[in-house]
C-alpha cells in the first residue's frame, strides 16, 4: 500500500496544514487500511477505515481541486 509512504506503520498524524483551532481530521496508516479520525476527541471519536487504493484516489483528486 503507497497511501502513506514513510508514515506507514507511525501512529495517528495530522496534516501541516491544519489550522490551530483543531478542525481536522487525523490519519494512521497501517498495512490494512488507512484509518480516519475527528482531532476534537482523539480517544472516542469514531474512526472511519478505507483501503489504501481509495485514500490515493482521495489524495488525488484534492489535489486537483
Known amino acids: 500500500m503507497n497511501g502513506g509512504g514513510d508514515r506507514a506503520g507511525r501512529g495517528w498524524?495530522?496534516?501541516s496544514h491544519s489550522n490551530p483551532s483543531n478542525n481536522c481530521v487525523e490519519v494512521m496508516i497501517t498495512s490494512a487500511a488507512v484509518r480516519?479520525?475527528?482531532?476534537?476527541?482523539?480517544?472516542?471519536?469514531?474512526?472511519?477505515a478505507v483501503s489504501g487504493r481509495a485514500w490515493n484516489r482521495f489524495l488525488e483528486?484534492?489535489?486537483e481541486s
Request: glycine letters at 6%.
Open 61 to 63: 483528486q484534492s489535489a
Open 36 to 48: 480516519i479520525r475527528d482531532t476534537k476527541s482523539p480517544g472516542t471519536s469514531p474512526e472511519v
Open 13 to 15: 498524524f495530522k496534516s
